[in-house]
């Protein structure tokens, strides 16, 4: 099973960038699904995802939203007002249980060897 991202890019900062994850061919349903992200240097963060409100990456309160849409089988992330610091490669996860307990909230490196992953996308905020 592979997730697939899209939407990443460059931008400027105060801009907006949504990011989509689908499941081609697969469905999720009653998985949880959320998104990571890992800045060079940094540990992979867990941002959030549909069935927690838990995030690993405080600055995200306000900013980022995570939206499911079950008709088209993508769950996005809506960044808003991005910042330098946002800069990061961004990943897709999926778990049959809560993703901070199948993958966890702050890994070395990611993607890890538990749940399901996209292959990232970059987002650049300069």
Excluded at 19 to 45: E, H, I, V
């Amino acid at each position: 099973v592979q997730l697939v991202e899209s939407g990443g890019g460059a931008v400027q900062a105060g801009e907006s960038l949504r990011l989509s994850c689908t499941a081609p061919g697969s469905t999720f349903d009653g998985f949880d699904m959320g998104w990571y992200r890992q800045a060079p240097g940094k540990d992979c963060l867990l941002i959030g995802s549909i069935k927690s409100t838990y995030s690993a990456v405080p600055s995200a309160k306000g900013r980022f939203t995570i939206s499911q849409d079950k008709g088209k089988n993508t769950v996005d992330l809506q960044m808003e007002k991005l910042e330098p610091e946002d800069t990061a490669v961004y990943y897709c996860a999926a778990g049959k249980y809560p993703l901070t307990v199948v993958i966890g909230h702050a890994l070395s490196n990611c993607p890890v060897n538990a749940g399901y992953w996209g292959q990232g996308t970059q987002v650049t905020v300069s």
